[in-house]
Structure formats: structure tokens, C-alpha cells
């Protein structure tokens, strides 16, 4: 018997609920299917057991494509199954607080997507939920799980780069950038709460944090501006992807912010700039960021995943970037790839997740980005939109 067989036969079955099978519903049943090939040694066997959505085509794939055992309209139905060991929460914003908690309160671990819940009272409400039920949480913020971020956490903690001094992070994106872009839940305060700021700040605060945070320590104050470009969009009918038009359909109001900037100041004294912005012509998933010491710096773009541009070690001035490839030695690479330099997905970055969430449950303490983490995002978050509201410089 080999060790693989060993330990397929001590392994426990864990059954998962997905409950919204859109981008990311699919995306994390996926990366549940994958659990075992990248990570043989996994203590729990994921069995991809119900999903629940509203639409029943997405039903039908979830059972046809993806080979769960049962699909269902309501999640009520799913997140009491005993059967059920961790639910997956995708669903809209507006969603993900009346099913993370219940769903807690069931007594399964939960994997709710980013930026759980429409708002900090929202998140606030299933961090609590967590706690009180002793269950395992992860949150979407997949960008952390990619190795060359793991590898400018390193440097930045190696103190390669001396102290920082500041961090910018920016998220630019095209997809509401169409007028005629249909007014989705994506642009109703009342289902998504924020626009870009929940929907992309929260990733570039968390990913800050992750990369910087050791150095720099929280953000302590913020000042922040934010715009509606595009009033009105023309209204939605039936699921719509983030990308979907409606041209010539009755025209309804926007109702939070397609662009928000913030000035950070953290503990350390460090500075921050955040840019974001859903409406920007000719930037597609352009996300990344640069941290700046007294003596160096290092610089990430989501588009070009595993290469990461470092400039140290060569005086203070006329200094010249170098790219480094990631490669097994950083971070998870070594899971998906043998060799430097060969290229990860998106998808690869949810298998990372997943499995540190399937760590999280077998060994019963965190690994990976936890509801905690969407808390400290959430609050950051409320104080970017306060301080726009009413025009100051905003304490943590
Ligand atoms: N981590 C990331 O990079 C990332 C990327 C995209 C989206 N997200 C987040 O994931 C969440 C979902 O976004 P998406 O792009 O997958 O949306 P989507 O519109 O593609 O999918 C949402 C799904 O939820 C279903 N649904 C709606 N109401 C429901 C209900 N009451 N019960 C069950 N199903 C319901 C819809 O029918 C749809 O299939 C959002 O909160 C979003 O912020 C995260």
C-alpha cells in the first residue's frame, strides 16, 4: 500500500454546500474537485454534495457539469443538511449575511466570498456568528495566496527594503465602464451596499495588509475621495454577469461610488495611497501594488501573476528594478507547477484557499485569510466612505 492509499483510507469525508453558483460558486466548487490532486496529503476528502441558487439553469450545471449530488432553490434547505460540513457562500452581497449566520449557526464552517456582507455591521454580525459557534471561516481575498505576494511579504519582512516608508495599492477595472452596463445588484446600496469600494478596495486593503502589514502595522487614519461617473444604467432582467449590457432599457439610478482614492497613514508612520475605480477605460483586473522602504522597493500586477519587480540592494539612487520569476520555492508554486517561470491562473489561487480552509477545519486554528480579516477590511472600508461623506481626515 503506498502512502497516498495510507492515507486516502484515515481520511474523513468533508461534504460541501455552495450556496450562489455564479463566477464565484463555480469558481470554489472547482477548487473544491482540485483539493486532493494539488494537495495529496489533505486530511479531508471535499465531496461536492448540494448547491443552492435561485436559477434553476445554474442548478442543472451544478448537478450536470460539476457531478453535485443535489441542487436546490433555497439555501435554508441546504445549510441543515447533515451531510453538510461547510457551506461556501457566493450568492449577491445582500445575501451573505442572513446565510453565513444561519449557516453558522447550523454548525458548519463557512467560506463566505468577500466583502462579506454588504457593510460592517453585516460582517461584524457573521464574525460574531463565527465565534459564537466555534467554526472554521475563510473569506475570498484570493490575491494574498498568490506566490510572488508571498514573496514580497518576505522581502518586506526580511527588511530588505528598510523601512517602509509607503505602500499604494491600486485596483482599476473596465467592467462598469459601459454605460449601457445593466443595473445589476452590483449598483444598489440597499443589495451590495459600496460600489467599488467593497467590491475592489477591500481586496487592495487586505492585499496591503498581507504584504506590508508586519512593517507598517494597521492603518491608523484616512482621508478619502469618491465619484459616481455613470448616474444611470439601464435596468436588469434575469442573472446577469458583472459584464452584461441592456442598451435602450429604462434608465435607474446608481446608487453608490464607481471611484474611490484614500491617503492611509498607518502605525509605523508609513504613508498609503489606494486608487480603485470600476469605470476605467482600458484597464481590465489591472490590480496590484508597489511598497517603497528607505532602501528599496517591490512592485506586483495581478496580469502578470508570477513575476514579481524588486529593486534593492544597490545604494539609493540610479538603482535599476529587477523581475523575479516565482518558482517552487515561494510560496504554494510548488503544488501547481515544477519549474520556475510557468504561468498559475486565477483558479489556482482558489485551490489555495481552499485548502487552507480544509487546514483550518482539520487542525481547528487559522490558516489563511479569516473572517477576522473581513472585519479589519470592513472598517476600513466604512471609514473610507465616512470620510468622504463628511469631507475629514477619519481615526481607526
Ligand atoms: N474573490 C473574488 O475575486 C471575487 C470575484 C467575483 C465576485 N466575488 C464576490 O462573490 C460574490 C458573488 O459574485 P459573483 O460574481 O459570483 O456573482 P454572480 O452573479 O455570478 O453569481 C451569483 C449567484 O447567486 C445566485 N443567487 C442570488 N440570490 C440567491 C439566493 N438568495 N440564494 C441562492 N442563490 C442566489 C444567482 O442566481 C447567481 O447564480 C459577490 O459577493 C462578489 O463580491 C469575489
Redesign the pocket.
Known sequence: MTEYERSAGDRDVLGVGV???????QTHSRAYARLLQHYPRARLRPRLVAV????AG?RDMARTAYGFETAVHG?EQLIVREDVDVVSV????Y??REIAVAAARAGKHLWV???AGRNLADTLEIAEAVRLAGVRSAV?F?YRNAPAVELAREIVASEELGTIETVSVSLLSDYAANPDGVLSWRFDPVLAGTGVL??LAS?GLDLARHVAGADTGEVVELVADQATFIAQRPAASG?V??FATAAGGKLGPVGNEDHASALLRYESGARGLISTSRVAVGEQCSYGFEVRGDRGAVAWDFRRMGELRVCSGQGYQDAAWQVRFVGPQHGEYSVFQPGAGVAMGYDDLKVVEAERLVRSIAEKRAFGATIGDAVVTARLVHAIAESFAERRWVSL
Open positions: 450556496v450562489g453558483f455564479g463566477w464565484m460558486g443552492a441558487d435561485t436559477d445554474r439555501w457566493c450568492g449577491p452581497n445575501v451573505h466570498e468577500k466583502p475570498g484570493n467593497g467590491d481586496h442573472v454577469s458583472h
